[in-house]
């Protein structure tokens, strides 16, 4: 699996401890940035990692802001991204197992390190079941297709 991670200004701390999670789990990733403090525009992060997933160059994408609400929605306007926004692990687990979601939004002011950690290893880790499932992800990509 590859992955490509990004973060704006207030997601840095946390984009720190994902990257340091995949070290450790042997998960290859790219990272997209940003490297200051001094705040940045979201979507100049999240399009870019959403292309990158869409299109096929990396399996899934990972973004962090202040609240994952704007990477989120950013990173959802790209056809063919499932970008889900969590803050349980509970959540990023279904939403692999049942949304086949392809990049996971978090926010480094909603939660902290650790937690981030658990939910992006859950999320990192959990595979699609497909079956029922793949016929209501299948009709998110007709609308997408035919729209």
């Excluded at 490509?4 to 990272?31: P, Q």
């Excluded at 940003?34 to 992060?45: G, H, L, Q, R």
């Excluded at 609240?67 to 692990?89: E, F």
């Amino acid at each position: 699996m590859k992955v490509a991670i990004a973060s704006d200004h207030a997601g840095i701390h946390i984009r720190e401890e994902i990257k340091k999670l995949m070290d450790e789990l042997g998960i290859e990733y790219i990272d997209l940035g940003c490297d200051c403090e001094t705040s940045v525009d979201y979507p100049d992060y999240a399009i870019p990692v959403a292309e990158k997933v869409a299109n096929g160059e990396v399996d899934r994408g990972i973004l962090i802001c202040g609240t994952g609400i704007g990477m989120a929605i950013a990173a959802n306007k790209v056809k063919g991204v499932r970008c889900a926004l969590c803050h349980d692990v509970y959540s990023a687990r279904l939403t692999r197992q049942h949304n086949d979601s392809n990049v996971l939004a978090m926010g480094e002011r909603v939660i902290g390190p650790g937690l981030a950690r658990e939910i992006a290893e859950v999320w990192l880790t959990t595979a699609f079941e497909g079956g029922r499932h793949a016929k209501r992800v299948e009709k998110i990509t007709q609308y997408e297709t035919e729209h």
